[in-house]
């Protein structure tokens, strides 16, 4: 295995920091980078260095599972002076273990050379779960060893929100603040967080859109006295943990889809990602930039600034977000692609630091042509209408007998319409039992797990955030109170307290 800086830092697996994108902020160790959201400077926190892997660690890797895979990765990223081997593998195994399927993510061989992976065999049928239940325990883990609090900020589209709920309810040293855009997601993903009731489980239901619950986590973060003082982390694709884990997709994708590791050079294989918040497809380039020969497409709904940003070089907001049929995917301002440029400038904190500052103040950003051009060469993109959707679940459906999610369906419908000469795999971020509207519009007939049905008798609970309040003064208000509450209790219980498992 070699390694190859993103930098001329030239450091080793044992030294790994992550500095922020902007340049600004000190660099952490993997500690750091999993207990923050956005650095300091408001930038994110990447890897100082991006490892390089032979051929022959890829031909050794082919023959692993998913979890394997998962270890491995984890592995280059995290020192083992930090977590030691066994415990990581421990923490992975565990994070696991309330999974559906026995091989925890699945590949389905459809027709017309159609291949699906199947990310959503989780507790709430999202790929989410994947990388957010390392994460959960991977905070436990450092967690239970300082007997430290954090608080953690959460703004959701649909998916993110239950799934960060999953992995930390019940945990004594954690409590969980989640913001969902009420009547924008659906139904099943709404309910799949406001039936949540552990006392640790804060959930606020804000009359605005995905983008617009973003702005009060910032404004948080900001503060960084206050995001000091009570500890504030994110569980959002801000945080790197997810980022990390979600590396292993491609891994896993390559390797079930490349006709053969004994050719010279290795087989292509081309990867149709679905994104929204840009998480995925960013682990999809350090994918590439480790060394896996994979192409990169990124596929979007209606709202689609990533596709105009590769086309054009045109990262700047759309008026509005468009409500669509795939409501995890209706974001405007893609905050991963932060993430994208820095790896394709060469590390260069100094121009991604001037970019992100034009975009923050204008909100319009056209891309120097060298950076658009790398952009362009490292992504291809798609988007997709609500008919497009509803086409694709339809034409899968007709020759499979296979349902497909709506964010699914716009990977499947740029494979539908775009002829491909090497293998493609679509990745398919969430289960259609958790769109039932996409599904019945499309006039097929939804297939809804029990554990999905039963939702709907269950007691819920949130706080309603309106228009025209401080949103993020009331989420400072709750933030306090909680944490005045956990020191009284730590002050009355310190004997005996500990970190709590996740509720099974």
Not at 77 to 97: G, K, M, Q, T, W
Not at 453 to 481: C, F, H, K, Y
Request: charged residues 20%; contains cysteine; aromatic residues 8%.
């Amino acid at each position: 295995m070699l390694w190859v800086p993103g930098s001329d830092c030239g450091v080793s697996p044992a030294a790994m920091e992550y500095v922020s994108t902007r340049g600004g902020a000190r660099a952490v160790n993997f500690e750091g980078a999993l207990l923050s959201g956005y650095a300091p400077d408001g930038g994110l926190f990447m890897p100082q260095c991006i490892p390089s892997l032979d051929r022959d660690t890829l031909r050794r890797w082919s023959s692993l599972s998913y979890p394997g895979l998962v270890k491995e990765l984890c592995s280059l990223f995290i020192p083992a002076e930090l977590v030691p081997r066994n415990a990581l593998h421990e923490l992975i195994d565990r994070a696991f273990s309330r999974f559906r399927h026995k091989d925890v993510v699945h590949l389905s061989r459809l027709k017309d050379g159609l291949n699906v992976l199947e990310l959503w065999h989780g507790v709430t049928y999202a790929f989410k779960d994947l990388s957010l239940s390392c994460t959960g325990q991977f905070l436990q883990y450092f967690l239970e060893k300082k007997q430290k609090h954090v608080n953690i900020l959460v703004g959701t589209s649909g998916d993110t929100g239950s799934s960060a709920i999953e992995s930390v309810r019940g945990q004594k040293n954690v409590d969980i603040f989640v913001l969902l855009p009420k009547g924008l997601c659906t139904q099943i993903q709404e309910l799949q967080m406001t039936t949540v009731i552990e006392d640790n489980v804060h959930v606020f239901a804000a009359h605005g859109n995905s983008d617009e619950i973003d702005e009060p986590i910032k404004e948080l973060f900001a503060d960084v006295n206050f995001a000091g003082k009570y500890n504030l982390m994110s569980l959002n694709s801000i945080n790197w943990s997810r980022i990390m884990v979600q590396i292993a997709h491609y891994f896993y994708a390559y390797f079930q889809c490349a006709p053969s590791l004994d050719t010279t050079p290795l087989p292509v294989v081309e990867i149709v990602v679905p994104t929204g918040g840009g998480g995925n497809i960013t682990a999809g380039c350090i994918a590439q930039k480790v060394g896996l020969p994979i192409r990169l497409v990124a596929v979007v709904n209606n709202n689609d600034i990533i596709h105009r940003t590769v086309q054009h070089g045109d990262f700047s907001l759309a008026e509005s977000v468009k409500a669509t049929l795939a409501p995890a995917m209706d974001i405007q301002e893609p905050y991963n692609v932060e993430r994208i440029l820095w790896l394709l400038s060469g590390s260069d904190s100094c121009q991604i630091k001037t970019l992100m500052e034009q975009f923050n103040i204008s909100k319009r950003l056209k891309l120097p042509e060298d950076l658009h051009r790398k952009l362009s060469e490292t992504l291809g993109s798609c988007s997709a209408s609500d008919e497009d959707i509803v086409g694709a679940m339809r034409r899968c459906w007709e020759e499979n007998q296979y349902l497909l999610c709506p964010h699914s369906a716009v990977a499947a419908h740029y494979h539908y319409s775009q002829p491909h000469s090497i293998p493609r795999c679509c990745l398919a971020p969430a289960s259609p039992a958790k769109f039932q509207d996409a599904v019945l519009r499309a006039n097929l007939v939804p297939q809804i797990p029990p554990e999905i049905t039963a939702l709907t008798a269950m007691e819920t609970r949130s706080n309603p955030l309106e228009r025209g309040w401080d949103w993020a003064q009331v989420l400072r208000g709750r933030i306090e109170a909680v944490a005045q509450q956990w020191e009284a209790q730590a002050g009355q219980f310190a004997p005996q307290s500990r970190v709590g498992t996740p509720a099974r």
